[in-house]
C-alpha cells in the first residue's frame, strides 16, 4: 500500500490525532483500520493515548468490556494497544452504510475507571460491481422513439462504499445508443439508454450491448451485463404519471395496511394500449418490498411491514407504470418517503462494573460502577434523564448519556449490609417512556469494630484448698464485624501476684473465654486476685478491649487453733500454783489461742475435758479464763490437772488441746505473796493514778483526731462509700464500736488499779471491708485484710482476786 493509500484508510486517525492534542476529545478516543487486515494488526497504542505508564497496564488490569468487541478486537498487554483479533469484514458488520463504527469500553480497575474507543473500519476495494442478471432486455417500437428519449437500465450493486464503490457505467459503441449516468439522492448511479436515432425494424429488429459498470478503486474492479433491445411494432405513447417525483411524510409504526398515497398514471393511446400496470422497477430494494406494497392495477402504495424510524427514517424508490400494447411502453416515477419519529422506544440501562462488593470504609465518590442509558429515538424521544432511589448514600454523575455511581454517603456495614438500588431511566418524549433496573450491592466488612465483654466486671469465688484445673468463670465477648474480624482470641495480661507470674495463678482457654485454676488457693496467703483479661480479634489491624476480673478465694475450715498462752508443748506440761486460801472467782490462769482462718472457722470456744461433779474449776467458753467455783476443801487432791479443749466453729470442727497441772500450796513463794500485798494492800499512789488517767486521755483525743481526720478525707474524695468502707468507721458500726474500741479500767475498792481491759473486734462474716480512707482496691490492685492479732506477749496475772465478766462476744481479749 503506498502513502496515499495509507493516509486515504487512516484520515480518521490522523484527523483525531490531531484533534486530541488541540484538547478536543475528552473521554472518548478515536481509531481507524481498515478492514481485511491480518490478527495481531495494531490498531491504536491507547495507553500512550491516555497517559497511562506500563505498569499502570498491568496494574490496572485493562480489557474490554462491550459485548461483541472481544470477537474483532483484544487488548495487547504487554505494550497497551487496541489489536485486531479476527479480520474484519466491513461489509458484513455495516452493509452499505456510509461509516462503519464499533464502539468499545475501555475498563480499568484500581481504581475502576471506563473510556470509550470508537474503531472506525474503513473501507478497500475488495468486491466488484455486480448486476443482478447476465442480460436485460428492451423493446421499442420502431417509430415509437424519438431521438434523445431515454430509458433507465438496470444498475450494479457493489458493496463497497466511497470511491471504492461504482463511480461510471461505459457502453461499447454502437450509431443508435448511447450512455447517460443519473446520480440519485442516495448516492446510486443509475445507467440510462439514451437513443441516438431513429428504429427500423426492417433495418435492424435486434441490438445487442454490453454495459459495464467501474468501480473508484485504486485497481478498479468492473462487471458487465448484456442489454438486448428488440424493436416492435407501434404502439406509440408511453403511460405518464401527473408527478415526476412524489415526497411523503409518514409516522413510524403507523398500522398495517394503511395506503399512503394513490398513483395516477395516463396513457394516450386506447384499448389494450392504455390499460396501465404499476409496478415497483427492477432496482428497487428488497427491503423496500418487505415494508411496502404496490397494487399493480389502483397504483395504491401501502404498508405492508411495520415502519421504524430506528432502522430506516427515509425510503426512495421508482415505480413502472407499463401499458398493454404491443410493444409494452411504460413510464417512471420517483417515490421519497420520510418517516418521522415518534416516541416508542423505552430507555436501556446498562451497568457495568466488576465486583458488586464496596468495602465500608470507601471514602466519598468512590465509584462504584458505570451506566450507560440509550433511546434509539430521535431529539427530545431520545434525551433522558436517570434517576436513583432516594435516601442512599449514593448519587450518580453524568458525562452525555454515561453515568458513574459513586458514594455519596459514609457506609456502614454494621448498620446496611446491602443496599438496593432502583435505576429509573426516563426520557423526554410525549408521553414520557421510563425503564427501571435494580442494582444490588454488597458493603463489605473492614476491621473498624473492638470487641466488647458482655459485662463491664467479672467475679468469680473458690474455695481454698481447691484442685488445679478447676472451672472459675467464663468470660464472653462479642464484636459485631464479620468474618476473620470477628474471631476473638482471648488472653490474660501479663502482671506480677506476690511476686509471681499471674499466669501461674489462672489459665484461659484463648477460644472459648473459659477461666481455670492453676494451682491450688489458700485463703490465708491470699484473699483475692485481680487480673485483666484481654480480648482481641483477627482482622487487621487488630482491636482488642480489657476488662478486669476479681477471683474471690473463700475460706475453709483448714486451721486448728493454735495456743498463744500459756506457753506449752507436747513434752512439757503447764503448771500453775494457788493458794488454798482463794475464794470462789479466782483466776487460776487465762488460755489464749488464735485461729489463722477467718469467720466462724476461727470463732474459738474453750472448754475442759472429764469435768467432774465436783469439779473445783471453770472455764469461760469465750475468754479462755479458768476460775475457782468454789472455796478449796482439805479434802481436795494439791495435784488437779486440767485439759483444755479449743475449738472452733467450721464445719467440721477443729480443736487443739491443752493440759494444765494446778497445784494447791498452803504458802506460795514469797516473791508472789509481796507482789499480791503491793496490789491488795497497798495505798493509792495519786502519781501513778493520775499520769494513767492522762495517758487514757491522751490515747483518746488522738483517737479521735484521727477519725475526723479519716472522715475528713473521705468525704472530699467523693467515694465515702466505696474508698472509706471501713468497719470501724462505717455509718452503722462506728457508734456501736466506737466505745467498745476504748480501754477500761477496773479499780480496787482501795482505788488502786486492778486490771485494763480492751476489747478486739466481734468476728464479722467474710466480704467485711478492712481498709482504711487510703486508694481503692480497684487502684492499688490488692486487698489489706487484718491480720491475725500476734497475742504472744499477753500475759495474765495470776494472783488477786478480780470480778468475773464473761463476755457473750467472741474473741474478746483481757489484758491485766
Not at 547 to 566: A, E, G, K, R, W
Request: charge should be negative.
Amino acid at each position: 500500500m503506498d502513502v496515499r493509500s495509507y493516509l486515504k484508510a487512516h484520515k480518521w486517525q490522523v484527523i483525531f490525532f490531531f484533534l486530541y492534542n488541540w484538547g478536543w476529545v475528552s473521554g472518548q478516543l478515536h481509531y481507524s483500520v481498515v478492514e481485511e487486515l491480518g490478527p495481531g494488526t495494531l490498531v491504536g497504542n491507547f495507553a500512550h493515548d491516555l497517559g497511562l505508564s506500563l505498569a499502570d497496564i498491568s496494574k490496572r488490569n485493562l480489557n474490554l468490556g462491550s459485548e461483541g468487541s472481544t470477537r474483532f478486537f483484544y487488548v495487547n498487554q504487554r505494550i497497551g494497544a487496541l489489536t485486531v483479533k479476527e479480520k474484519i469484514d466491513r461489509e458484513s458488520l455495516c452493509g452499505s452504510s456510509s461509516t462503519c463504527i464499533l464502539h468499545l469500553e475501555l475498563i480499568a480497575e484500581n481504581p475502576l475507571e471506563l473510556f470509550s474507543i470508537e474503531v472506525e473500519i474503513l473501507d478497500v476495494n475488495d468486491n466488484s460491481p455486480t448486476f443482478s442478471a447476465n442480460n436485460q432486455t428492451l423493446k421499442f417500437i420502431e417509430q415509437g422513439a424519438n431521438p434523445g428519449m431515454r430509458f433507465p437500465l438496470k444498475f450494479a450493486n457493489d458493496p463497497d462504499i466511497g470511491v471504492n464503490s461504482i463511480t461510471q457505467y461505459r457502453l461499447n459503441p454502437n450509431p443508435y445508443f448511447s450512455l447517460s449516468v443519473k446520480n440519485r439522492k442516495d448516492g446510486v448511479l443509475v445507467p440510462e439508454l439514451v437513443l441516438e436515432k431513429m428504429l427500423d425494424r426492417e433495418e435492424k429488429k435486434e441490438h445487442t450491448l454490453i454495459l459495464t459498470a467501474v468501480d473508484g478503486g485504486e485497481f478498479p474492479r468492473t462487471g458487465s451485463t448484456e442489454v438486448i433491445i428488440t424493436v416492435y411494432d407501434i404502439n406509440d405513447n408511453a403511460p405518464v404519471f401527473d408527478q415526476s417525483t412524489y415526497k411523503i411524510n409518514v409516522l413510524e409504526n403507523l398500522p398495517l395496511k394503511t395506503v399512503i398515497i394513490k398513483l395516477n398514471a395516463t396513457d394516450l393511446d386506447e384499448g389494450l394500449n392504455s390499460e396501465i400496470q404499476y409496478s415497483f422497477d427492477h432496482h428497487t430494494a428488497d427491503t423496500t418490498k418487505k415494508i411496502f406494497n404496490l397494487n399493480p392495477e389502483t397504483g395504491e402504495i401501502y404498508i405492508k411491514w411495520n415502519l421504524d424510524f430506528e432502522e430506516s427514517h427515509f425510503y426512495e424508490f421508482t415505480v413502472r407504470a407499463t401499458d398493454k400494447g404491443i410493444p409494452e411502453l411504460e413510464g417512471h416515477c420517483l417515490i421519497h418517503i420520510e418517516v418521522q419519529d415518534t416516541n416508542d422506544n423505552t430507555p436501556e440501562i446498562i451497568f457495568t462494573s466488576k465486583t458488586n462488593n464496596v468495602p465500608e470504609n470507601a471514602p466519598l465518590g468512590t465509584v462504584v460502577g458505570f451506566i450507560t442509558v440509550k433511546d434509539k429515538d430521535s431529539g427530545r424521544n431520545g434525551e433522558i434523564k436517570l434517576d436513583v432511589s432516594p435516601n442512599l448514600p449514593f448519587k450518580c454523575q453524568s458525562f452525555k448519556n454515561r453515568y458513574s455511581l459513586v458514594t455519596s454517603g459514609y457506609l456502614d456495614r454494621e448498620k446496611v449490609s446491602q443496599y438496593t438500588i432502583l435505576l429509573t431511566a426516563s426520557d423526554l418524549g410525549s408521553p414520557s417512556l421510563h425503564n427501571q433496573t435494580t442494582v444490588i450491592l454488597n458493603i463489605s466488612d473492614v476491621n473498624d469494630n473492638p470487641p466488647a465483654f458482655l459485662q463491664s466486671v467479672y467475679n468469680a469465688f473458690v474455695g481454698e484448698n481447691n484442685e488445679p484445673g478447676r472451672f472459675l468463670c467464663t468470660v464472653a465477648a462479642f464484636d459485631p464485624d464479620e468474618g476473620v474480624n470477628s474471631n476473638l482470641i482471648y488472653s490474660i495480661a501479663d502482671s506480677q501476684i506476690d511476686g509471681s507470674a499471674v499466669s501461674s495463678f489462672v489459665y484461659i482457654n484463648s477460644h472459648n473465654g473459659n477461666i481455670y485454676a492453676q494451682r491450688s488457693f489458700d485463703y490465708e496467703q491470699i484473699q483475692v486476685l485481680q487480673i485483666t483479661v484481654k480480648v482481641e480479634d483477627s482482622g487487621i489491624p487488630k482491636l482488642f478491649s480489657n476488662v478486669s476480673m476479681y477471683i474471690f478465694i473463700l475460706d475453709t475450715n483448714d486451721n486448728t487453733p493454735t495456743i498463744l498462752h500459756p506457753e506449752y508443748s507436747k513434752e512439757l506440761i503447764v503448771q500453775e500454783k494457788i493458794a488454798r486460801s482463794v475464794s470462789a472467782g479466782y483466776l487460776v490462769t487465762k488460755v489464749s489461742a488464735v485461729d489463722q482462718d477467718s469467720g466462724h472457722n476461727a470463732w474459738l470456744v474453750y472448754s475442759l475435758l472429764e469435768l467432774a461433779s465436783n469439779s473445783l474449776f471453770h472455764i469461760s467458753a469465750y475468754t479462755g479464763e479458768i476460775r475457782t467455783v468454789r472455796d478449796i476443801h482439805e479434802a481436795d487432791n494439791n495435784e488437779q490437772q486440767l485439759i483444755v479443749l479449743v475449738s472452733d466453729h467450721g464445719e467440721p470442727s477443729l480443736s487443739t488441746t491443752v493440759s494444765i497441772s494446778v497445784y494447791i500450796v498452803d504458802n506460795i513463794v514469797q516473791e508472789i505473796t509481796k507482789s499480791q500485798d503491793f496490789l491488795t494492800n497497798s495505798k493509792p499512789t495519786p502519781d501513778l493514778t493520775l499520769y494513767l488517767i492522762i495517758s487514757l486521755v491522751a490515747i483518746s483525743l488522738v483517737s479521735i483526731v484521727t477519725f475526723i481526720i479519716l472522715l475528713v478525707k473521705c468525704l472530699r474524695s467523693g467515694n465515702y462509700e466505696d474508698n472509706c468502707g471501713v468497719c470501724f468507721l462505717s455509718n452503722s458500726h462506728s457508734k456501736q464500736y466506737a466505745g467498745e474500741y476504748q480501754p477500761k479500767l477496773f479499780l480496787n475498792t482501795d482505788g488502786t488499779l486492778k486490771f485494763m481491759e480492751v476489747r478486739m473486734a466481734p468476728a464479722e462474716p467474710q466480704g467485711q471491708c478492712y481498709q482504711a480512707c487510703f486508694n481503692s482496691a480497684v487502684e492499688r490492685n490488692d486487698f489489706n485484710f487484718m491480720k491475725p492479732f500476734n497475742l504472744n506477749d499477753l500475759t495474765n496475772e495470776k494472783d488477786g482476786s478480780s470480778k468475773t465478766n464473761d463476755s457473750s462476744e467472741p474473741n474478746q481479749v483481757r489484758w491485766q
